[in-house]
């Protein structure tokens, strides 16, 4: 059984940084960050493969997706902040190995609870 646990988030000001972490217990593939806020739907932030990462246009160039496989961790460290990017972040897990990002929630077996990211003066 995949267990993803989150933790990072938090409130910051306008174009500040946060660094989630998603760490995994279990066998995972490919893993990705998604976003909710409130009222909206869920949607794609970053994935990686063993590959390359990819990103939402919305947050290229500001977020940055890695992995550690030793400790079966992914990072999404995520600069200059906007009050848009206010959302819960969740970490997501496929089982299969794909060799290109999925961005679309259906394509993920496991999930975690989530981390509130509060971006705010």
């Known amino acids: 059984q995949v267990q993803l646990v989150e933790s990072g988030g938090g409130l910051v000001q306008p174009g500040g940084s946060l660094r989630l972490s998603c760490a995994a217990s279990g066998r995972t593939a490919n893993m990705g960050w998604f976003r909710q806020a409130p009222g909206k739907e869920r949607e794609f932030v970053a994935g990686?493969?063993?590959?390359?990462?990819d990103y939402a246009d919305s947050v290229k160039g500001r977020f940055t997706i890695s992995g550690d496989n030793a400790k079966n961790t992914v990072y999404l460290q995520m600069n200059s902040l906007k009050p848009e990017d206010t959302a819960v972040y969740l970490c997501a897990a496929r089982t299969h190995v794909a060799y290109s990002v999925s961005y679309y929630q259906d394509d993920y077996d496991h999930w975690g609870q989530g981390t509130q990211v509060t971006v705010s003066s």
């Open positions: 990686i493969t063993w590959t390359l990462p």
